[in-house]
């Protein structure tokens, strides 16, 4: 039976983590925070899937927008819409979450932060080598040559984005794409390579805001437990693939990560 605890939101409730979880958090040699969309969630940008909290694809067509194809069929439509998540972002700030990963890695040195995300609030909260599974909003590329293109920051864009050219690149006159990985593509070699490498060698597997629906990344946590580790998943609904020996601790993230610094060391 997976063990399954759940925040408590009243005011002044003593929310006692299990001690099952501390005994387990306290001593990890090598720890993995793996988050998706419900990491940034309370620092107001929409996850993917969760009614509650955005649902960027039921109200936003991924076909149309998130593939290469899409870019090239109607790269105004596709940069605008990219543009004005990556102000979203921008206007964002961290949220206790991503202050509590960073305060983590002190206590587990060692740490590896690997995201789904493309926003760099973990950068801004001060963790340092985060690896970005599906890339970054902030590092545009050239759709041909791959050469980077530096970007500007931007007024505000209306709600969706409107269709706005793409910028050409310096080098070879290329259209510029956002530097996120669309559905239909590889991910980053190198960062997927470091990111399976840390998640089979760790011994301690923190899944943190993610649905697990999304491959290869929902592929980290089966191999973490596979080889041993102890997962703990951080949502506030039952992600997919749980398995029963996983503790689950049913919140939101903003909440309970600051709860497991204070009653493991605190
Ligand atoms: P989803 O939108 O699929 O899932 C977000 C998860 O966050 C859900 O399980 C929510 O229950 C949870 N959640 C919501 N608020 C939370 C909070 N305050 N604290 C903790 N959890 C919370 O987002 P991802 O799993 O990240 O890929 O989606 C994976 C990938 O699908 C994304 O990286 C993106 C998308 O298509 C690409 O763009 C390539």
Redesign the pocket.
């Known amino acids: 039976m997976t063990r399954i605890w759940h925040f408590d939101p009243t005011p002044g409730a003593v929310n006692l983590l299990p001690d099952a979880v501390l005994e387990r958090v306290r001593p990890a040699q090598r720890a993995v925070v793996f988050?998706?969309?419900?990491?940034s969630?309370?620092s107001g940008i929409?996850?993917?899937?969760?009614a509650?909290?955005?649902?960027?694809?039921s109200r936003f067509d991924?076909e149309r927008l998130?593939t290469p194809e899409a870019f090239l069929r109607d790269p105004a439509l596709v940069w605008g819409w990219y543009e004005w998540r990556r102000m979203q972002a921008l206007k964002a700030q961290p949220?206790p979450?991503h202050r509590a990963v960073v305060e983590l890695a002190q206590r587990l040195p060692g740490l590896c932060v690997i995201t789904?995300?493309?926003d760099d609030l973990h950068e801004r909260a001060g963790s340092r080598e985060v690896l970005h599974?599906?890339?970054s909003l902030h590092q545009a590329r050239c759709f041909d040559c791959a050469a980077a293109h530096p970007l500007e920051t931007m007024p505000d864009e209306p709600d969706g984005g409107r269709r706005l050219p793409p910028p050409r690149c310096a080098h070879c006159g290329g259209l510029v794409r956002p530097g996120?990985?669309?559905?239909g593509?590889m991910l980053l070699a190198e960062v997927l390579d470091v990111a399976f490498e840390a998640s089979g060698a760790c011994d301690l597997f923190l899944s943190?805001?993610?649905?697990?629906?999304?491959h290869p990344?929902?592929q980290l946590p089966a191999l973490a437990r596979r080889q041993g580790a102890t997962l703990l998943h951080?949502?506030?609904?039952k992600?997919q693939g749980v398995a029963d020996e996983d503790y689950c601790l049913l919140?939101?993230?903003?909440?309970?990560l600051p709860l497991l610094l204070q009653q493991a060391w605190g």
């Open positions: 988050g998706g969309a419900g990491m969630a309370e929409a996850t993917f899937r969760d509650l909290s955005g649902a960027l694809w991924a998130a949220n979450a789904q995300n493309v599974l599906h890339g996120v990985v669309w559905f593509e943190i805001g993610t649905s697990g629906l999304v990344a929902a951080v949502n506030p609904q992600p919140g939101p993230a903003g909440a309970i």
